[in-house]
Every structure is written in C-alpha cells, then in structure tokens.
C-alpha cells in the first residue's frame, strides 16, 4: 500500500552537476504530481534547488502485472519549503522546524498517493516507518514499526524501530488507522523524531504558500474520492478508504462515521471557496459543539484551523455531556451539523464565489445522511438549515442552551482578544499575556511569559501571538477588538500603531518586499482596522467599585458629554511645567462629574500630571477616557479638545465610540487630510467595562513561552 507512493530524491543527471551525495533522501506523494519532504533533504542540493532554480531527480516505483516492481523517474522542482535559507546560507546540519518542502514533479499525476492524518495521535499509536536508504550499502526500500512514544515541543518522539539515515522525508503512519500521522526527520542517541503531519497547515500562513497547500490538500482529497468511486482503477492495489475499513482503529457502529463517508465528506468540501480564516472554523466547531451537547464549553478550541477539513476533524471523539465524566459518542451528529452549517455559511455570505452545482450536491448529500437521523434535535437543525439554503421557510427547532454577553454594543459580538502587561518587575521587565474573550465572559489563554520583557520589546514579541490569536477571533464579518490591560505607566503605548508584520518584511524569495505592492492587512497599523483600547490592569485585578459600575451604566446609555481630565477649561490646556498638588488633586471635579461624561486630556497619561489625573480618574469610576499619547505643541490643545468633543457627540454611547475613534485614526494617518480638517494628534481611548471578563472567572494560564532554542 505504501511502496507506490514512496519516493527517492536526489541530484539530477547532466546540466545538473552537484558535489554532494547523489541520493539525498526520502518522501511522499501525497497528491497527484505533489510530494511531501523534509526541507533539509531538499537542501542537500543547495540554495538553488531551494529556491526552485535547480531540479532534483525523484524516482518511484510502479507495479504491473508482467514485470513486477519498476523504477519510474521525473523532475522535481521545490515550491514550498520551510524555513528556507537564504541565498549565501551554507546547507544546515539541524534545520529548524516545520523543516517541510512541497515538491512538483512532472510525470506523476497518475501516481497513487497516501491518506494523510486529520487527527493528531496519541501517545503508544503503533507507527511504520518507511523511506528509502543506503544504510546497508545498497539502495533499497527500509521499513520498521515503532510506536508514538510521545511529543517535546513541535516534534513526534518515535520509539522501537528508529530511522536509519536515508528515511528523512519519508512517511510515519499511523498503523491502526492507516494515515500519515508525521513526516520522519531524523533521530537522537534514543529514539526517532518526526514532524507532525499537522505542521503542513503551517504552510498556510507563509506568503503564497496557502494557495498552494490549500490546492495540494485539495487535490488529496478530490484524489481518494476519485478512487473511492473508480473500483476498476484499484485492481493494481486498492484505494486507501476501502483498505481502512478493514483496520481496528475505525469502530463506524460506535462513532457512525465509515472512511468512505469521511472521504466524501472531505471531497465535498474541497470543493468549498476555503475559510475567510481560522475564526470562522473554530466559531462553526463551537456552534456544533454547543447544540449537539447542549452546554457551551467555556473555552475556545485553540488549535489554529485554517481548513474545513481541520474544523471536521476537531469534531472526533466528541461526547455528550453527562454526570460523570462519561458520555455517548456524538461523532456523527457533530460531523454532519458542522457540514450543514459549513454550506450554509458559503450559500448565504459567499454564494459567488462556490460553483452552485457542487454546493447543491453538497446539500444534496448532507441531506441524504440527515434522512432518518438518531437524533432528532440534530437532524432537526441539519433539515432547517438546509431548507434555508434552498429559499424555504426554516422549521422550528429546539434552542440550544446559551449564556447571554454581559456587555451590549460593541463588545457584545462573539470573540475578542485580551492583551495584558503586567507592572515592572525589580528587573523592568513586565510579564505579559495573550488571551481569547468569548461573548465577553469566557476567556481561553493562548500564550504568555511570566518573564517578562522590557516595554521596548513589547511590539516585538507580542506580534506572533497576537496574530495567532486575532485569526482565531476573526469570523465572518466581526473583526477581533483588541483590549491591551497595561499599569499606568505603560498607557501611552502605541499599540493602535503596532503592525503584525515586520517593518522590514522579506519575501519568501529573500528580497525585501515593495511596500507599493504588499497587498497584506497585516502591514496596516492596527488602530486603523480594529477596535483598540486600553484598559487598567491594576482595577481589572479587584472586585468592581459602585462608582465604576455606575459610571459604566452612565456611558453605556449617554449621550455621551466631553469633560476636561485636570478640570480646568479647554482652552487652558495643561501649560508646560504644570504639576499636581495634594494627593488626589483632580478627585473632587472628577467625582462631580456627570455619570455620562468623559474625560478627555491633551497630552500623555503615563508621566506628570496626566498620569495624576488619570489615576484620579479612575478613583471616580470613569471607565472611558481619551487622551493624546503623542508630544505635541501647547497651542494645539484647544483643536484636539473640539475633535475630541466632535468624536464624543457623534458616538452618543459608549457602544458606538468606537467607530468614530477608528475613522478619526485614519483621518489623522494621512498628512493632507489632518492638515485639511485641521486634526492634531494620537489619540487613545480607555474603554474599561467592570466584569468583562467577570471578576474572578480568569481562565489557567499557559505555560511560559519559551526563549531561543526553549
């Protein structure tokens, strides 16, 4: 079953000359005309090959009836690898991970390839390992059974039978199920490490390599349905899906999912425009999980889906949720609803962009396995939603139990994504934390460093799992706000300036990108896309005041009044030197206040008197301020003080404030257009909700991040 798709790679002959090995390594078809490999036996013929200027010779073998097993050959060309070097880089002798290359080979499009694993296996999974070596002295195919023994960081931990050199690049499965649960990269003093298959939707996120994992992936799976209905084309070997039917690792009479119907699902939706991100699979996964187990879980699925495949195959091993600990298999149930609401979200938002003749036999065949289902409630759902899709009136089916967003507005909508610093430590280093909030109350972790780092570094070290964590709030329409809980001191970071990529991005051809043609929201600053907010981390930390919650209420309802942060006129600014007397200077006309008003300052908060008033600010309960975090001339307070006046009235309530905010952020990043409306300034905003998320119901936090090489 194996041997057709395994294949040996190596230096090409003539016009191709090479000073290293002529036998590289191993990989795997894994869709017709694509293998899969290590990046470091692609890097054994050097840069070039890597960039895809040179070819590699990749053979494989082919059975017939007459003559056996026969060598067939053909050209590969590297289209993805990952990491790759840069041009001067001499080849490594450890290759970072993902350590994966995507390669094109002419000649292979009628090649039989292998299933690749939609669920990562546990510990003690009997493995097979398969390549091809020279370990004995002569070229042949090798293969051994081990077992999983494990994980350490990003890496499958083998044991029993270990790789010999030459296996690199070739495939591990997964013996009781028949997958491709990894790609073999080498080994240690004591056991085998390979890379887990998963990591191949890693590729999804370099520039240009989701188009092309997301077609490789796709021609996968149009593949093993192909082979699933063409039966005359496995006479020579049979197709993948019939031959896992008869393994023990498939129980369809406890889970109700067959691998046949696994491969048309699977078919069905490669034929899908694929997901605006991985928010709106994890979103569709926690709406199936919530009606099929009638109790919303109150944390996020973490693991960064980017395809509809993925979202289907989080859905395995789901139970319902009974008194315990224990549960019946809902597999089936999840499956079919979470395809149901799949078509759905692409008929009724993304209709021109599906092929209408495949989504409605995607319908077609939902429906078809919805017929008669176990579970009425379920099938319920699927039928109502599938009526939608054809224009008719849906039915009216069971309310799944939900818990309502404390907070309207704004905040209201679905997933957001928490940033806290903390205070300095003896070091100056503040510890930070990335989270996800889920309809304002339910908070997942998803990376943090109780370390720390100092404030400069910030920008730094908290755009990777910012990023991760935005694409997972981003769904449909809602784009992620982000709320940055910071001391004081640090509440004039710019974070609404931050951008997710690198100021000096490079492409994957190792030239610097031109900023006139990166098309990539990423490289935008993030206050001019989304909803961004301070808010204190210090009262975030205890039980909500009174005056907090009723000022909260005040601004919530409006409309909405501009009031001076030092009390004094407008038009008096805050002179140069002023400097606050007493112990809480500005508490008592902060506390006069009216419940809707907010407070605005002309100048930074984090020194002098801005950070005194702030803090008195908040000794009010005020939950939204705005301030100017940039220095500036005196002479200008009295523009910023009328704008920010303007921004209030037309917000009316706090929930709308934060369109305005945004527009007028845009607004000041072009030159012409600040100088035309006369606008001054950075501006920033502190939107401080009491209980969201609610005191006290903080989520575990993940482990630290690690450093360099951790």
């Known amino acids: 079953m194996v041997r057709p798709s395994l294949a040996r790679i190596g230096a090409p002959g003539d016009g191709y000359a090479t000073d290293r090995d002529p036998y590289w390594g191993s990989g795997f078809f894994v869709a017709p005309g694509w293998l899969l490999t290590c990046a470091h036996v692609v890097g054994k013929g050097g840069a070039a090959v890597c960039r895809g200027e040179s070819a590699m010779s ?88 081990g077992e999983l023994a494990g994980s350490d960081a990003r890496a499958l931990l083998l044991a029993g039978s270990l790789p010999v050199g030459g296996l690199s690049g070739g495939p591990v499965l997964d013996l009781r199920h028949g997958s491709v649960i990894g790609v073999i990269k080498g080994r240690r003093p004591e056991e085998g490490v390979a890379v887990p298959v998963t990591a191949l939707y890693e590729l999804l996120d370099l520039r240009d390599g989701g188009r092309i994992v997301r077609d490789v992936l796709r021609a996968h799976d149009l593949h093993h349905l192909r082979l699933l209905d063409d039966r005359a084309a496995s006479t020579a070997y049979p197709d993948w899906t019939s031959f896992q039917a008869e393994l023990p690792g ?104 599906a092929d209408p003749g495949r989504l409605r036999a995607f319908t077609d065949w939902i429906a078809g396995q919805a017929a008669g289902h176990r579970h009425w409630a379920v099938g319920e759902a699927i039928r109502a939603l599938l009526e939608v899709d054809a224009g008719q009136p849906a039915r009216t089916t069971p309310a799944p139990a939900t818990v309502p967003a404390p907070v309207t507005g704004a905040f209201g909508t679905r997933t957001d994504v928490l940033v806290k610093v903390g205070a300095a430590m003896y070091d100056g280093r503040h510890p930070w934390s990335v989270q996800l909030i889920y309809d304002g109350q339910d908070v997942t972790p998803v990376a943090a460093d109780d370390r720390g780092v100092r404030a400069e570094e910030l920008v730094r070290v908290l755009r990777e799992p910012l990023a991760r964590a935005l694409s997972q709030g981003d769904h449909g329409e809602h784009l992620a706000a982000i709320e940055v809980f910071l001391p004081r001191r640090l509440f004039d970071l710019p974070v609404d300036d931050w951008q997710l990529l690198p100021e000096r991005s490079r492409g994957e051809d190792g030239c610097e990108d031109d900023e006139d043609d990166l098309v990539d929201e990423r490289a935008m600053p993030l206050g001019m896309r989304r909803t961004v907010v301070v808010r204190d981390v210090r009262r975030n930390a205890l039980p909500p005041s009174p005056e907090w919650r009723r000022r909260w209420k005040g601004v919530r309802c409006g409309p909405l009044a501009a009031e001076t942060l030092h009390g004094r006129p407008p038009a008096v600014g805050h002179p140069p030197g002023a400097r ?95 100088r035309a409306h006369g606008l001054r300034g950075k501006i920033a905003v502190l939107f401080d909700p009491p209980d969201r998320p609610p005191y006290g119901a903080e989520a575990m936090r993940p482990p630290p991040s690690a450093g360099p090489g951790g």
């Open 580 to 674: 606050p007397g007493g112990r809480y200077p500005y508490y008592g006309a902060l506390s006069a206040m009216g419940d809707a008003s907010v407070p605005v300052y002309c100048g930074p908060v984090g020194s002098g008197e801005g950070q005194a008033a702030m803090k008195d600010a908040l000794m009010a309960g005020h939950s939204v301020v705005l301030w100017r975090r940039d220095r500036h001339d005196h002479e200008e307070c009295g523009v910023f003080h009328g704008q920010a006046a303007e921004l209030l009235a037309a917000a009316g309530q706090a929930g709308a404030l934060h369109g305005p905010v945004r527009d007028l952020r845009i607004r000041l990043a072009d030159p012409d257009t600040a």
């Open 58 to 145: 990749v053979t494989w073998q082919e059975r017939s009836a007459a003559d056996g097993w026969a060598d067939r050959t053909g050209t590969g060309t590297a289209v993805l690898v990952a990491p790759r070097p840069d041009a001067a880089q001499a080849p490594r002798d450890r290759w970072p991970f993902p350590d994966l290359a995507l390669v094109r080979v002419t000649g292979a499009d009628d090649v039989r390839c292998l299933w690749l694993g939609d669920r990562e296996a546990g510990p003690r999974t009997p493995v097979g390992l398969y390549g091809w070596s020279v370990q004995t002295g002569e070229l042949g195919i090798r293969h051994g059974d």
């Open 250 to 353: 498939h129980a369809p009479a406890v889970t109700g999912i067959t691998p046949e119907l696994r491969t048309r699902l699977y078919g069905h939706l490669a034929h899908l425009p694929p997901p605006s991100g991985a928010g709106e699979v994890v979103h569709l996964v926690e709406d199936v999980k919530e009606h099929v187990r009638g109790e919303r879980l109150r944390s996020l699925v973490l693991r960064n889906a980017r395809t509809w495949r993925e979202g289907a195959g989080l859905l395995y091993g789901l139970r319902t949720l009974e008194p315990g600990g224990g549960g019946t298999l809902v597999d089936l149930d999840a499956v079919l609803l979470y395809a149901a609401k799949a078509a759905r979200t692409i008929a009724s938002e993304r209709a021109g962009e």
